[in-house]
């Protein structure tokens, strides 16, 4: 079943002894923290695991303008990135160094490079019930203080969350083999060069 935003904070809200909010734009105070804390609790949560539901890949060709030092190419990253799970080559092969610096990958691999990554997923839809969980808990661990002045209960949340991250990330990595990023039409690029 699909959750919402709104559903999301509202378990970290009632899970606190808060009442329910019916929207993020509701003038309470717990409305106004959901407001302002749930996209860095999103993104915060997604970038620590690699989530089925937040994985992507892309192919990237180099900037024009090459590197001031140390690095021969540099990849302007998605818009939507948050975290780098793989980056390979034209050939399939896995790229072992470089560096990430500004929203730009660094390396000295020829263009393009394909990237595996997790990406800034905001349609609350595509998230897995335990990841959902795993939000609530996280967005409860961040109001707990806020709301009710206790850093025990903050404390206590953020324990609870890190259980339900914990289950979380299990579930999902046993739903399949890590995703490839090996180009599916290298070999035919590479033939048609010959």
Same mark, same amino acid.
């Given at each position: =079943?699909? +959750?919402?935003?709104?559903?999301?904070?509202?378990?970290?809200?009632?899970?606190?002894? &808060?009442?329910?909010? =019916?929207?993020?734009?509701? /003038?309470?105070?717990?409305? *106004?923290?959901? $407001? #302002?804390?749930?996209?860095?609790?999103?993104?915060?949560?997604?970038?620590? #695991?690699?989530?089925?539901?937040? =994985?992507?890949?892309?192919?990237?060709?180099?900037?024009?303008?090459?590197?001031?030092?140390?690095? &021969?190419?540099?990849?302007?990253?998605? %818009?939507?990135?948050?975290?780098?799970?793989?980056?390979?080559?034209? *050939?399939?092969?896995?790229? &072992?160094?470089?560096?990430?610096?500004?929203? +730009?990958?660094?390396?000295? /691999? /020829?263009?393009?490079?394909?990237?595996?990554?997790?990406?800034?997923?905001?349609?609350?839809?595509?998230?897995?019930?335990?990841? +959902?969980?795993?939000?609530?808990?996280?967005?409860?661990?961040?109001?707990?203080?806020?709301?009710?002045?206790? %850093?025990?209960?903050?404390?206590?949340?953020?324990? +609870?969350?890190?259980?339900?991250? %914990? /289950?979380?990330?299990?579930?999902?990595?046993?739903?399949?083999?890590?995703?490839?990023? %090996?180009?599916? $039409?290298?070999? *035919?690029?590479? =033939?048609?060069?010959?």
């Amino acid at each position: =079943m699909a +959750t919402s935003v709104i559903e999301i904070c509202n378990n970290a809200l009632l899970d606190l002894g &808060e009442d329910a909010i =019916m929207s993020l734009g509701d /003038e309470t105070k717990a409305a *106004g923290l959901c $407001n #302002h804390r749930w996209p860095a609790i999103r993104d915060a949560v997604l970038r620590a #695991h690699p989530w089925n539901c937040a =994985m992507a890949q892309a192919e990237l060709a180099a900037a024009s303008a090459a590197p001031l030092w140390k690095w &021969e190419y540099k990849y302007i990253l998605p %818009t939507d990135f948050l975290r780098i799970i793989q980056i390979v080559s034209t *050939g399939g092969d896995t790229i &072992e160094d470089w560096e990430i610096q500004s929203g +730009t990958i660094f390396c000295n /691999e /020829e263009a393009p490079i394909f990237i595996s990554y997790v990406r800034c997923e905001k349609d609350s839809k595509k998230y897995d019930a335990l990841l +959902t969980e795993a939000f609530s808990a996280r967005l409860a661990a961040a109001l707990a203080y806020p709301l009710s002045g206790s %850093t025990a209960l903050a404390q206590s949340y953020w324990k +609870t969350y890190q259980e339900k991250l %914990t /289950e979380a990330r299990g579930v999902d990595a046993r739903e399949g083999v890590p995703e490839s990023v %090996t180009p599916t $039409n290298w070999l *035919g690029a590479k =033939m048609g060069v010959l």
